[in-house]
């Protein structure tokens, strides 16, 4: 056995769950610390990796065990890290959260803390795992962990959503998975595939087919969104703050691992446009909700367009700025969703009609709410970051004065996520005060404000020349030549 | 050459009587410690006796049985007989016919008991379902052996398209599924818990034992793909509007079954030879179905042996009473989620079809798994939303600790199958 | 010299960061104005004369991005530095006496730091994508700040319009939070393409460092125009160029001081900062005439139109506001035509310096009006021009500075608005050339007294009496305008040295002429004889205060298609066919199936047998099939 420590790292939350298990039953803040505790190997062994520059591995042994087979190389780190510090985050957020939750629903909230770390450790899991198989093993883990969360602690008709979520996962988690077949019956068994791998043009293309098939369909891009607004929106809102940032993006990476290397050329320029398009539908999507936590689900669909956008360029810049996007959109989703929650919590309201004006409820808040959006428009956080880098990536594949409707497509990308960005934070903080009195400041505040903050830190040097730096250096493998 | 394996079999049928004297529990677990025993006995098929030897004794812990005990040790061991059959037709092909008559009465065995537990709640609806059982399973025993005679003496495609509907009739094939839905739903939860273990792992077994005397013909394998392919279709649609456990669990026997029986006849349609798989290595493709065969039986059976043991009312067909959270892990593992032992043979059963050219067959086994998803949910469902406070049985723990284990440490379980 | 500058360019934000954590409104307010006042001071400190960008400091960022932390030290940036910077103290100097009780001081003293500091790497960024970060800074400062009343309060003091005031159903009166809304749209807008533009000039030529560009030299020319426009756009939009310019008239919802500090003297002055000092680069490009040119055209376009609005608009601030657009209109002018002027073989660089030194002449004028009329506003209680009159009869000091300050803007001689703006107008003219030229460089000059005197007359001299006892601003107010205005003094002394050999030439210049016309009409009738109205201009009159209805194409037409769009889209597509689809649809179809699936199940034995013999038929037929 090799790598003990990323198994460790990886199992620790999962087991640590039936800690917290037995903790929800007495405090709810105990659990959620417990957790939130669990995840810290996990966020100190991608750092070493994100920010250091090394590259971990582990096996289990040879043969079938090669399925639990790990590595952690900065690219990949960079998902790990935001499933962590995300996790942590809200782990942190969810004790005020959860114990209102489960008040209101007359529950306890040991299912919620048992399923979460095994949730958050399948997702690290599927981030870190070189087999095919084990890939679709813990992201499977991870969708049905969540699904306790969903049909446990949801709102509204929490059962159909359940059952929304779950067919519309697992057929993108099987999509997937058969994919992944084609590729290991033509000896291709492990991520990061090699540039320069190649196989029979059929079983290719339908290996391809599948593989993006599945991933759009988790990352929820144009016509497959249907199921997104509906399960982010009616989740347990810490649930959502990891869902919306941290697993639909794991679509993203499945195309960037698996499918990219292997893609036609010829292939790329119509994701380019189907990225493109996606985000566009996504932000007036989510210009014309007044449901705060369908509005930020919608703005999800939008992010993953980008992502879509940033792969489909096929270079070192494209994958780099895929994997900001992720890091930029996770943490700046998770403020968001946090934010809905505290409003949740605090006003039982989710209705952007009722709100307005609540600068003056709560100010902290509304500083990490418009850094959030910040993140999501590319201003000044490390989103900026992932916006620069894309248009680079952007620039760098498609170079000249004829791609002209491609460089206005893209500014116009960018305009409709301003759009709604600065309507909503216009609607929500600004305006008439409508809500009397002042929000308390507790754990959840603490949490939304420390993931903010870190979005604004992380833009910095020498943090961000190490991501940048270090995250390109291993994008170059997955580049189709 | 007498087997001391069957010797034991006999002094089982022996003890008969006792079962009047004795609460039938204490005999179920009797069996269940002598199964275990014989695990040593019988290297080859060990796993099987110390698994069955652990499953029967948690049922027997279960419920009192009375006089019925008896049904359920003789119905373990007569599995426990059928995969010894199986593994020694493997071993000693000159002995193969005699293993495989050996198979045949063991099925008897099995029906018979299940029959009587079925049946032991003594209502009318109890007596209704197991009926209906005995009828399907009697016309699929005489087809099964008349076609095994027809197929050694005569024609092996007249044989086995007699064997295949006896199959049909005992696996519960669609058409030939309907006794199915009744008997789940009619029959006592622990009859139902015996018949999904036992009485669908022992056809099972002696499915792969008989073609490993006689080859299915090419001709009856393609008929019987098909039909197999359409059955788990049609059970995973009808699943997904029926309501209550009994008839969930009925619709995934009958896919689950199909998905084994396609498994098979994809080889013998599409010829037996060596495949490249990943994970497992290069081996024959019937090695693989015959993996796929049993690991569907055993998730199958030992998941709800699991979800019927934990109830406690007359008849199957009905909300769970009580809350038995060790059963989520059964419905996920029946739903073929990842890593329990549910996924296992689906990813085998999609590897083979792949491997063998056929990737029509693993779309549409994809598109099964995905259309099942919902009426598993609302299993799940059912349980998680029985009133509290949580409470525990034997079989639910045993079983879903063996969904997890045998689904983590699937690399040791597939050596312990593969003969 | 180096750390002078990052310190110059830091310390605000420093202090705007620290002072997130000071629990007192007086102790944000006066640690941020220690942090503008030590910035300032290094901006002295860092002032280099020396050619343009020739000398560059550079620490990597993301160097594989072409991102560097580089500032270069030449004419051009150091005095802007110190425009900037000394502007940034004098006007939060003013505030903490302005914005004294009000709400929300942590928002503002944290915005108006991050302000400075974004401005400053604007002004001294070698490095492009430097630039950005501070470009997208002040659009976010000026969001932010025109926002800063967040609460829709006081319509009368803190509005743009009349509150009620419709046109054709669309709302012609501005609270702040939607002027905030309109300011950032619009600047996201030319953000974008400017994104783009940047991108691309990275990923032709490898490079976004200025002085690199320029060192390429006849590399650049491969480059082409489209990204010259598509960086165009960011100028555009920041500058408040026709037709982006109807934020910057909203953005008056902001306080007074920060309108004086980022929406007449530093941030909308840096998309012509960045026109001009990217000029040189971009005049090596094939085909840059038609670039220039457009800069030239825009730019006036702008100059006229504006002038009329701030000639027409019945708000204090909306008047200023006007002329402030009105002279960044001259300034993108006379870059552009000194990019013209410079491609026909002139020297660029004093053209561009002309240019330039418009900005500054516009900043000491402008600043010290805005604070002067904040002044009134606080002390009359309304924004509209005619509400409330005769003032210089009761804040004297202000009256005084803004006469100065007035006469500065427009352009009178010895003032240093004279100078720059005479000479920028020869930009123009000699860009356009012939009669073109003079006609519109003539039509700048006439406009601007009209408007300023106007301004003047109808507060300071005549119009009503104010109702209530009006006193004279606190002294922590009107010291800094009124040194300001004084400036306008020096400045014009200063420049009347340095080019007294031209100054009989400016006053010749047909450009003055125009001027002495319109500062005759404007006295006549503002200030010796007011009440002069004429009934046949009125309606255009009325096209000029409805500000060309641009207001009513940006929050009608364009708003409604957008929202429309989104709506219908929503309802159609994805409410209408996804969703009825998958969610309807799809569980229709398999709910009948299974149905009827189940249906099979009647009980009844033997129909059960019947079906499996029938099965067992069909498997017959496929053997033999």
Request: glycine share 10%; proline share 5%.
């Given at each position: 056995?090799?790598?003990?420590?990323?198994?460790?790292?990886?199992?620790?939350?999962?087991?640590?769950?039936?800690?917290?298990?037995?903790?929800?039953?007495?405090s709810?803040?105990m659990?959620?610390?417990i957790?939130?505790?669990?995840?810290?190997?996990?966020?100190?062994?991608?750092?070493?990796?994100?920010f250091?520059?090394?590259?971990y591995?582990g096996?289990?042994?040879?043969?079938?065990?090669?399925?639990?087979?790990?590595?952690?190389e900065p690219?990949?780190a960079?998902?790990v890290?935001?499933?962590?510090?995300?996790?942590?985050?809200v782990?942190?957020?969810?004790?005020?959260?959860?114990?209102?939750?489960?008040?209101?629903?007359?529950?306890?909230n040991?299912?919620f803390?048992l399923t979460?770390?095994?949730?958050?450790g399948?997702?690290?899991?599927?981030?870190?795992?070189?087999?095919?198989?084990?890939?679709?093993?813990?992201?499977?883990e991870?969708l049905?962990?969540?699904?306790?969360q969903?049909?446990?602690y949801?709102?509204?008709?929490?059962?159909?959503?359940?059952?929304?979520?779950?067919?519309?996962?697992?057929?993108?988690?099987?999509?997937?998975l058969?994919?992944f077949?084609?590729l290991?019956?033509?000896?291709?068994?492990?991520?990061?595939i090699?540039?320069?791998?190649?196989?029979p043009?059929?079983a290719?293309?339908?290996?391809l087919l599948?593989?993006?098939?599945?991933?759009?369909?988790k990352?929820?891009?144009?016509?497959?969104?249907?199921?997104?607004?509906?399960?982010?929106?009616e989740?347990?809102?810490?649930?959502?703050?990891?869902?919306?940032?941290v697993?639909?993006?794991?679509?993203?990476?499945?195309?960037?691992?698996?499918?990219?290397?292997?893609?036609?050329?010829?292939?790329?320029?119509?994701?380019?446009?189907?990225?493109?398009a996606?985000?566009i539908?996504?932000?007036?999507m989510a210009?014309?909700?007044?449901?705060?936590?369908?509005?930020?689900?919608?703005?999800?669909v939008?992010?993953?367009?980008?992502?879509?956008?940033?792969?489909s360029?096929?270079?070192?810049?494209?994958?780099?700025?895929?994997?900001?996007?992720?890091?930029?959109?996770?943490?700046?989703?998770?403020?968001?969703?946090?934010?809905?929650?505290?409003?949740?919590?605090?006003?039982?309201t989710?209705d952007?009609?009722?709100?307005?004006g609540?600068?003056?409820y709560?100010?902290?808040l509304?500083?990490?709410?418009?850094?959030?959006?910040?993140?999501l428009?590319?201003i000044?956080?490390?989103?900026m970051?992932?916006?620069?880098?894309?248009?680079?990536?952007?620039?760098?594949?498609?170079?000249?004065?004829?791609?002209?409707?491609?460089?206005?497509?893209?500014a116009?990308?960018l305009?409709?996520?301003?759009?709604?960005?600065f309507?909503?934070?216009?609607?929500?903080?600004?305006g008439p005060?409508?809500v009397?009195?002042?929000?308390p400041?507790d754990?959840?505040?603490?949490?939304?404000?420390?993931?903010a903050?870190?979005?604004?830190?992380?833009?910095?040097?020498?943090?961000?020349?190490?991501?940048?730096?270090?995250i390109?250096?291993?994008?170059?493998?997955l580049?189709?030549? | 050459?007498?087997?001391?394996?069957?010797?034991s079999?006999?002094?089982?049928?022996?003890?008969?009587?006792?079962a009047?004297k004795?609460?039938?529990?204490?005999l179920?677990v009797?069996?269940?410690?002598?199964?275990f025993?014989?695990?040593?006995?019988?290297?080859s098929?060990?796993?099987?006796?110390t698994?069955?030897?652990?499953v029967?004794?948690?049922?027997?812990?279960?419920?009192p049985?009375?006089?019925?005990?008896?049904?359920?040790?003789?119905?373990?061991?007569?599995?426990?007989?059928?995969?010894?059959?199986?593994?020694?037709?493997?071993?000693?092909?000159?002995?193969?016919?005699?293993?495989?008559?050996?198979?045949?009465?063991?099925?008897?065995a099995?029906?018979?008991?299940?029959?009587?537990l079925?049946?032991?709640?003594?209502?009318k609806?109890?007596?209704?379902?197991?009926?209906k059982?005995?009828?399907?399973?009697a016309v699929?025993?005489?087809?099964?052996?008349?076609?095994?005679?027809?197929?050694?003496?005569?024609?092996?495609?007249?044989?086995?398209?007699?064997?295949g509907?006896g199959f049909?009739?005992?696996?519960g094939?669609?058409?030939?599924?309907?006794?199915?839905?009744?008997?789940?739903?009619?029959?006592?939860?622990?009859?139902?818990a015996?018949?999904?273990?036992?009485?669908?792992?022992?056809?099972?077994?002696?499915?792969?034992?008989?073609?490993?005397?006689?080859?299915?013909?090419s001709?009856?394998a393609?008929?019987?793909?098909?039909?197999?392919?359409?059955?788990?279709?049609?059970?995973?649609?009808a699943g997904?509007?029926a309501?209550?456990?009994?008839?969930?669990?009925?619709?995934?026997?009958?896919?689950?079954?199909?998905?084994?029986?396609?498994?098979?006849?994809?080889?013998?349609y599409?010829?037996?030879?060596?495949?490249?798989l990943?994970?497992?290595?290069?081996?024959?493709?019937?090695?693989?179905?015959?993996?796929?065969v049993?690991?569907e039986?055993?998730?199958?059976?030992?998941?709800k042996?699991?979800?019927?043991?934990?109830l406690?009312v007359?008849?199957?067909?009905?909300?769970?009473e009580?809350?038995?959270?060790?059963?989520t892990?059964?419905?996920?593992?029946?739903?073929?989620?990842?890593p329990?032992?549910?996924?296992?043979?689906?990813?085998?059963?999609?590897l083979?079809?792949?491997s063998?050219?056929?990737?029509?067959?693993?779309?549409?086994?994809?598109?099964?798994?995905?259309?099942?998803?919902p009426y598993?949910?609302?299993?799940?469902?059912?349980?998680?939303?029985?009133p509290?406070?949580?409470?525990?049985?034997?079989?639910?723990?045993?079983?879903?600790?063996?969904?997890?284990?045998?689904?983590?440490?699937?690399?040791?379980?597939?050596?312990a199958?593969?003969? | 010299?180096?750390?002078?500058?990052?310190?110059?360019i830091?310390?605000?934000l420093?202090a705007s960061?620290?002072?997130?954590f000071?629990?007192?409104?007086?102790?944000?307010?006066w640690?941020?104005?220690v942090?503008?006042?030590?910035?300032?001071?290094?901006?002295?400190?860092a002032?280099?004369?020396?050619?343009?960008?020739?000398?560059?400091?550079?620490?990597?960022?993301?160097?594989?991005?072409?991102?560097?932390?580089?500032?270069?030290?030449?004419?051009f940036?150091?005095?802007?530095?110190?425009?900037?910077?000394?502007?940034?103290f004098?006007?939060?100097?003013?505030?903490?006496k302005?914005?004294?009780?009000?709400?929300?001081?942590?928002?503002?003293?944290?915005?108006m730091?991050?302000?400075?500091?974004?401005?400053?790497?604007?002004?001294?960024?070698?490095?492009?994508?430097?630039?950005?970060?501070?470009?997208?800074?002040?659009?976010?400062?000026?969001?932010?700040?025109?926002?800063?009343?967040?609460?829709?309060?006081?319509?009368?003091?803190?509005?743009?319009?009349?509150?009620?005031?419709?046109?054709a159903?669309?709302?012609?009166?501005?609270?702040?939070?939607?002027a905030?809304?309109?300011?950032i749209?619009?600047?996201?807008?030319?953000?974008?393409?400017f994104?783009?533009s940047?991108?691309y000039?990275?990923?032709?030529?490898?490079?976004?460092?200025?002085?690199g560009l320029?060192?390429?030299?006849?590399?650049?020319?491969?480059?082409?125009?489209?990204?010259l426009?598509?960086?165009?756009?960011?100028?555009?939009?920041?500058?408040?160029?026709?037709?982006?310019t109807?934020w910057?008239?909203?953005?008056?919802?902001?306080?007074?001081?920060?309108?004086?500090?980022?929406?007449?003297?530093?941030?909308?002055?840096?998309?012509v900062?960045?026109?001009?000092?990217?000029?040189?680069?971009?005049?090596?490009?094939?085909?840059a005439?038609?670039?220039?040119?457009?800069?030239?055209?825009?730019?006036?376009?702008?100059?006229?139109?504006?002038?009329?609005?701030?000639?027409t608009a019945?708000?204090?601030?909306?008047?200023?506001?006007?002329?402030?657009a009105?002279?960044l209109?001259?300034?993108?002018?006379?870059?552009?035509?000194?990019?013209?002027?410079?491609?026909r073989?002139?020297?660029?660089?004093?053209?561009?310096?002309?240019?330039?030194m418009?900005?500054?002449?516009?900043a000491?004028?402008?600043?010290?009006?805005?604070?002067?009329?904040?002044?009134?506003?606080?002390?009359?209680?309304?924004?509209?021009?005619g509400?409330?009159?005769?003032?210089?009869?009761?804040m004297?000091?202000?009256?005084?500075?803004?006469w100065?300050?007035m006469?500065?803007?427009?352009?009178?001689?010895p003032?240093?608005?004279f100078?720059?703006?005479?000479?920028?107008?020869?930009?123009?003219?000699?860009?356009?050339?012939?009669?073109?030229?003079?006609?519109?460089?003539?039509?700048?000059?006439?406009?601007?007294?009209?408007?300023?005197?106007?301004?003047?007359?109808?507060?300071?001299?005549?119009?009503?009496?104010?109702?209530?006892h009006?006193?004279?601003?606190h002294?922590?107010?009107?010291?800094?305008?009124?040194?300001l205005?004084?400036?306008?003094?020096?400045?014009?002394?200063?420049?009347?040295y340095?080019y007294s050999?031209?100054a009989l030439?400016?006053?010749?210049?047909?450009?003055?002429?125009?001027?002495?016309?319109?500062?005759?009409?404007?006295?006549?009738?503002?200030?010796?004889?007011?009440?002069?109205?004429?009934?046949a201009?009125?309606?255009?009159?009325?096209?000029?205060?409805?500000?060309?209805?641009?207001?009513?194409?940006?929050d009608?037409?364009?708003?409604w298609?957008?929202h429309?769009?989104?709506?219908?889209?929503?309802?159609?597509v994805?409410?209408g066919?996804?969703?009825?689809?998958?969610?309807?649809?799809l569980?229709w179809?398999?709910?009948?199936?299974?149905a009827?699936?189940?249906?099979?199940?009647?009980?009844?034995?033997?129909?059960?047998?019947?079906?499996?013999?029938?099965?067992?038929?069909?498997?017959?037929?496929?053997?033999?099939?």
């Amino acid at each position: 056995m090799r790598g003990p420590e990323l198994y460790a790292a990886d199992l620790l939350p999962m087991i640590l769950a039936v800690a917290a298990y037995a903790a929800a039953k007495r405090s709810t803040q105990m659990a959620a610390y417990i957790s939130a505790v669990a995840l810290l190997p996990l966020l100190v062994e991608s750092s070493f990796s994100l920010f250091g520059g090394y590259a971990y591995y582990g096996s289990m042994g040879p043969g079938l065990w090669s399925v639990f087979d790990f590595y952690l190389e900065p690219f990949n780190a960079a998902f790990v890290f935001t499933v962590s510090l995300v996790g942590i985050m809200v782990a942190i957020f969810s004790a005020p959260y959860m114990e209102h939750r489960a008040e209101e629903l007359g529950i306890k909230n040991t299912i919620f803390y048992l399923t979460y770390g095994l949730f958050l450790g399948g997702l690290a899991g599927a981030f870190m795992a070189r087999n095919l198989f084990g890939i679709y093993i813990f992201i499977e883990e991870a969708l049905i962990a969540s699904l306790f969360q969903v049909l446990y602690y949801g709102y509204g008709d929490r059962v159909r959503i359940t059952v929304m979520y779950l067919v519309w996962s697992h057929i993108a988690a099987l999509l997937m998975l058969a994919g992944f077949i084609v590729l290991y019956l033509n000896g291709i068994t492990s991520v990061p595939i090699p540039s320069g791998a190649s196989l029979p043009a059929s079983a290719l293309y339908l290996a391809l087919l599948l593989i993006l098939l599945g991933s759009f369909t988790k990352m929820a891009t144009l016509g497959v969104h249907m199921w997104l607004p509906y399960v982010h929106a009616e989740a347990p809102t810490p649930l959502s703050a990891l869902l919306s940032p941290v697993l639909v993006g794991f679509g993203g990476y499945a195309i960037a691992v698996t499918a990219l290397p292997l893609m036609p050329k010829s292939w790329l320029p119509a994701l380019t446009w189907y990225g493109i398009a996606t985000a566009i539908y996504g932000g007036l999507m989510a210009y014309v909700q007044k449901d705060i936590k369908r509005l930020f689900a919608y703005s999800t669909v939008s992010q993953m367009g980008y992502m879509v956008l940033a792969l489909s360029l096929n270079n070192v810049y494209g994958l780099t700025a895929a994997a900001l996007i992720y890091l930029s959109h996770g943490l700046g989703k998770a403020v968001l969703f946090m934010t809905a929650g505290y409003f949740i919590m605090h006003l039982n309201t989710r209705d952007i009609d009722r709100m307005g004006g609540l600068y003056g409820y709560n100010s902290t808040l509304a500083g990490a709410a418009i850094v959030g959006f910040l993140n999501l428009a590319g201003i000044l956080t490390v989103g900026m970051l992932s916006e620069i880098t894309l248009a680079v990536a952007l620039t760098k594949a498609y170079l000249g004065a004829e791609y002209i409707e491609l460089y206005i497509a893209f500014a116009a990308m960018l305009v409709v996520t301003g759009v709604y960005a600065f309507t909503t934070i216009k609607n929500v903080f600004f305006g008439p005060p409508r809500v009397e009195g002042e929000g308390p400041y507790d754990a959840a505040l603490v949490a939304i404000a420390a993931t903010a903050l870190l979005s604004v830190l992380l833009l910095l040097p020498p943090m961000s020349s190490s991501i940048w730096a270090n995250i390109s250096a291993y994008a170059h493998s997955l580049v189709r030549l | 050459m007498i087997d001391p394996v069957f010797i034991s079999a006999l002094v089982f049928a022996a003890l008969a009587p006792l079962a009047l004297k004795l609460d039938g529990r204490y005999l179920a677990v009797a069996i269940g410690v002598a199964l275990f025993a014989m695990a040593f006995l019988a290297p080859s098929a060990a796993f099987f006796f110390t698994l069955l030897g652990v499953v029967v004794i948690a049922l027997a812990l279960d419920w009192p049985y009375g006089g019925m005990g008896l049904s359920l040790g003789i119905s373990a061991a007569a599995v426990a007989l059928a995969a010894y059959a199986y593994y020694r037709t493997v071993a000693a092909p000159q002995y193969a016919l005699s293993y495989a008559i050996a198979g045949i009465a063991a099925l008897a065995a099995a029906t018979v008991s299940i029959y009587g537990l079925l049946a032991s709640g003594r209502e009318k609806e109890n007596i209704e379902g197991a009926l209906k059982y005995l009828i399907f399973s009697a016309v699929g025993k005489t087809l099964i052996l008349l076609g095994f005679m027809l197929a050694i003496y005569i024609s092996p495609v007249l044989g086995w398209v007699l064997m295949g509907m006896g199959f049909m009739f005992e696996l519960g094939i669609a058409p030939a599924h309907l006794w199915m839905v009744d008997a789940f739903a009619l029959g006592t939860p622990k009859g139902v818990a015996t018949l999904a273990v036992f009485g669908e792992l022992t056809p099972l077994i002696v499915l792969l034992t008989l073609l490993n005397v006689v080859p299915a013909a090419s001709q009856a394998a393609l008929a019987f793909l098909v039909v197999a392919l359409a059955s788990m279709t049609f059970a995973n649609v009808a699943g997904l509007t029926a309501r209550t456990f009994g008839r969930i669990m009925a619709y995934s026997s009958i896919a689950h079954m199909s998905y084994a029986l396609s498994a098979v006849m994809l080889v013998f349609y599409f010829g037996n030879r060596f495949v490249s798989l990943p994970l497992l290595g290069t081996m024959s493709a019937f090695s693989v179905a015959s993996l796929v065969v049993l690991l569907e039986g055993l998730t199958s059976g030992l998941a709800k042996a699991g979800i019927f043991g934990a109830l406690t009312v007359k008849h199957a067909d009905t909300m769970p009473e009580r809350r038995v959270l060790s059963n989520t892990l059964n419905v996920l593992s029946l739903l073929g989620a990842p890593p329990l032992l549910g996924f296992w043979p689906k990813l085998f059963l999609i590897l083979l079809a792949i491997s063998i050219g056929q990737v029509g067959v693993a779309i549409i086994v994809i598109l099964n798994s995905v259309l099942a998803t919902p009426y598993y949910l609302r299993a799940f469902r059912q349980v998680l939303e029985a009133p509290g406070p949580s409470a525990d049985n034997a079989t639910s723990i045993l079983t879903a600790t063996l969904s997890v284990i045998l689904g983590i440490a699937a690399p040791l379980l597939i050596s312990a199958l593969i003969p | 010299m180096t750390e002078y500058v990052f310190l110059a360019i830091f310390l605000p934000l420093i202090a705007s960061v620290l002072s997130l954590f000071v629990p007192k409104e007086k102790g944000k307010a006066w640690l941020v104005v220690v942090g503008a006042f030590l910035s300032a001071v290094f901006s002295v400190l860092a002032y280099a004369p020396a050619e343009l960008y020739a000398r560059t400091y550079a620490v990597p960022w993301i160097p594989q991005l072409g991102l560097y932390i580089s500032v270069h030290l030449d004419q051009f940036s150091g005095v802007m530095g110190m425009l900037v910077s000394w502007l940034v103290f004098f006007i939060v100097l003013y505030s903490v006496k302005y914005m004294e009780g009000d709400y929300r001081p942590g928002w503002y003293w944290f915005f108006m730091g991050f302000f400075a500091t974004s401005m400053l790497i604007i002004t001294y960024a070698d490095n492009l994508w430097f630039l950005l970060m501070g470009w997208e800074g002040v659009g976010l400062a000026s969001w932010a700040l025109i926002g800063h009343w967040y609460k829709d309060d006081e319509p009368d003091v803190k509005w743009v319009g009349h509150p009620g005031d419709r046109i054709a159903l669309v709302d012609y009166f501005w609270p702040p939070s939607k002027a905030g809304l309109r300011a950032i749209l619009t600047i996201r807008t030319g953000d974008s393409a400017f994104l783009v533009s940047l991108a691309y000039i990275f990923a032709a030529l490898g490079t976004v460092q200025l002085s690199g560009l320029l060192e390429l030299g006849p590399a650049v020319s491969a480059l082409g125009l489209l990204p010259l426009f598509l960086f165009l756009l960011g100028p555009l939009t920041k500058s408040a160029q026709f037709p982006f310019t109807e934020w910057l008239l909203t953005a008056m919802t902001g306080p007074t001081s920060v309108s004086a500090l980022i929406h007449a003297a530093t941030m909308v002055n840096a998309g012509v900062y960045l026109l001009i000092v990217t000029a040189p680069v971009f005049a090596l490009v094939r085909g840059a005439q038609i670039y220039f040119l457009a800069v030239m055209v825009f730019g006036a376009l702008t100059a006229v139109l504006s002038s009329i609005i701030a000639l027409t608009a019945d708000e204090f601030k909306l008047v200023l506001a006007g002329s402030t657009a009105a002279n960044l209109g001259i300034i993108a002018a006379a870059a552009g035509g000194a990019g013209l002027l410079g491609l026909r073989g002139e020297a660029l660089l004093p053209l561009l310096w002309i240019a330039f030194m418009q900005i500054v002449g516009h900043a000491i004028s402008k600043a010290p009006l805005f604070m002067g009329y904040g002044a009134v506003i606080h002390e009359s209680g309304t924004k509209y021009l005619g509400a409330v009159g005769r003032l210089g009869r009761y804040m004297k000091v202000t009256a005084f500075a803004m006469w100065l300050a007035m006469l500065s803007l427009i352009g009178m001689p010895p003032f240093a608005g004279f100078f720059t703006k005479e000479m920028a107008s020869d930009n123009i003219a000699l860009g356009f050339g012939g009669l073109s030229g003079i006609l519109v460089a003539g039509l700048i000059a006439f406009l601007a007294p009209l408007y300023g005197l106007r301004l003047i007359g109808l507060s300071m001299v005549h119009g009503p009496e104010p109702k209530e006892h009006i006193h004279e601003a606190h002294p922590i107010m009107w010291v800094p305008y009124t040194v300001l205005s004084l400036a306008t003094i020096g400045v014009g002394g200063y420049l009347a040295y340095l080019y007294s050999d031209k100054a009989l030439e400016l006053i010749e210049s047909p450009g003055f002429l125009a001027f002495l016309v319109g500062l005759a009409i404007a006295l006549a009738l503002y200030v010796f004889k007011p009440g002069v109205r004429s009934r046949a201009l009125e309606p255009l009159w009325k096209i000029g205060y409805r500000r060309f209805y641009l207001p009513w194409l940006y929050d009608g037409l364009v708003v409604w298609i957008y929202h429309n769009l989104a709506h219908a889209v929503y309802w159609a597509v994805d409410r209408g066919v996804f969703d009825n689809a998958y969610h309807v649809a799809l569980p229709w179809i398999f709910g009948r199936l299974s149905a009827a699936f189940r249906r099979l199940q009647t009980g009844n034995l033997s129909w059960y047998l019947l079906y499996a013999i029938a099965g067992a038929l069909i498997v017959v037929l496929l053997v033999l099939a």
